[in-house]
């Protein structure tokens, strides 16, 4: 099956993403990731990308649009795919539209994560991580076993940098502008499963499988 995931900062998306790559047999495309690689290996693409991702700007569509046609044309995307932080403009998602039509790989279904902006508050502001193992908490909902320390490897928990009431402000904005149209574009298309994301972890799962069961 082929998928797009969306939803803002917060909304569990990387979790649903694991969940739904495993059920489903199809590899999880990130674009963000599939950069971020590109940088740290020091690829063309890489290197020409990465002045806009540290300003925090989007990368040319060019780029992308190339970068995501080469990778839906390798084998492991018979089965299907599962699109991630891209399409995010509308522009995006026109152009994606006659891509995806040329390699026969048409989007079936959009999921978008919903969740509350007083629960992505709490969600992102209680959020702490491991460096170094990637272990994920949450002081309120999943503290460690001991204060400060990764139950996983004992190394200093800590919070991410974006992960701040006001980075969380600058991205819903960012959400609302450029994300929502596209959101819209597949909604005129009747792709678009709401699902609401405030529920625990098994309970947004089971909603996410009721919804993509009833796609052919
Ligand atoms: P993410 O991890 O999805 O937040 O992406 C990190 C950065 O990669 C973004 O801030 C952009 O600079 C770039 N990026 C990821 N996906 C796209 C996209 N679809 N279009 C343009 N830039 C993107």
Redesign the pocket.
Known sequence: MNILIMGPAGAGKGTMSERIIAEYDIPHI????M??ENVRNETELGLE?KA??EA????P?EL?NAMVEKRLQESDCEKGYLL??????LV?AEEFAKIADRINKPIQAVVALEVGIEALEQRITGRRICPKCGAIYHMQSHPPKVEGTCDECGSEIIQRKDDTLEQLQVRMAEYEKSTKPVIEFYETQGLVHHIDASKTQSEVFALVKEALGKVA
Request: proline letters at 5%.
């Open positions: 990130s674009t963000g990731d950069l971020r990308a806009y991702m925090g700007k989007l990368v569509d992308i991630d932080g891209f399409p995010r403009t995006q």
